[in-house]
């Protein structure tokens, strides 16, 4: 069975700087997806980057990159200009490539503040 | 085009009741998922079900059940409430099983 691991409960972080967030998982499959979602407030659970892991360039997206090392299954995201409207819980997700959206993992979610 | 939606938004009931959650998944989205997350942790699947068919079951007991209409949309049924199944339910659509996953705003269950 696949596992998320995110160590982080918690995270804070200026406006404008940079915070990394770790997720770690355990798979034995060879070919998989990894995403990271933006849950705010709201509660609406938002695809921020995913990464297909057969691909070796580390996903970007505007502000937002991940770090991926397949070798170490660590898939870490960065947020760079970190805005007061990125303050959200931040889950990390693993999905096996043929696998249908049930064999899918969550971590348990790192909350990120960011303070003005 | 709209998104996922669910109804209703905020649901309370008491211990023993039996709760039903409604999902409207996107235009074209022929598969659908339901989530519980409970209060500070992560989602943990429940159900999917594409074409009208379930097409996986989470680790939840036969209090839950689900089923998915010709139109797509789904009903998630919980039966004998208890404490423990208060909780966000959320629901994702997708254009088929494998596909990504659109997130609704999710139905806040408390049971009292």
């Known amino acids: 069975a696949q596992t998320v691991t995110q160590s982080q409960p918690e995270m804070s972080v200026q406006e404008a700087e940079t915070v990394t967030l770790s997720c770690t998982y355990d798979?034995?499959?060879?070919?998989?997806?990894l995403f990271w979602y933006k849950q705010p407030p709201s509660r609406q659970m938002i695809l921020v980057i995913r990464?297909?892991?057969?691909?070796?360039q580390n996903a970007t997206e505007n502000r937002f990159s991940v770090n991926f090392q397949k070798a170490a299954k660590s898939f870490s995201l960065k947020i760079s200009d970190s805005q007061l409207g990125d303050a959200a819980m931040y889950f990390c997700?693993?999905?096996?490539?043929?696998?249908?959206?049930?064999?899918?993992?969550f971590g348990k979610g790192t909350l990120l503040t960011v303070n003005p | 085009d709209a998104g996922v939606t669910q109804s209703p938004t905020h649901l309370i009931k008491t211990r023993g009741q039996q709760v039903t959650l409604r999902c409207s998944p996107i235009?074209?989205?022929?598969?659908v998922s339901w989530y519980q997350q409970v209060l500070g942790q992560g989602p943990q699947f429940i159900f999917q079900?594409?074409?009208?068919?379930?097409?996986g079951r989470g680790n939840f007991p036969d209090r839950f059940s689900a089923r998915q209409f010709p139109n797509y949309s789904s009903e998630l049924n919980v039966n004998a409430l208890l404490l423990g199944d208060s909780a966000l339910y959320l629901c994702?659509?997708?254009?088929?099983?494998?596909?990504?996953?659109?997130f609704g705003q999710g139905t806040r269950l408390t049971v009292v």
């Open positions: 994702a659509s997708s254009r088929q099983g494998n596909t990504e996953a659109f």
């Open positions: 798979t034995s499959e060879s070919d998989y997806y």
């Open positions: 990464q297909e892991a057969y691909k070796q």
């Open positions: 997700r693993h999905r096996e490539a043929g696998g249908s959206n049930y064999k899918l993992t």
């Open positions: 235009s074209g989205h022929k598969s």
């Open positions: 079900y594409y074409e009208k068919e379930e097409r």
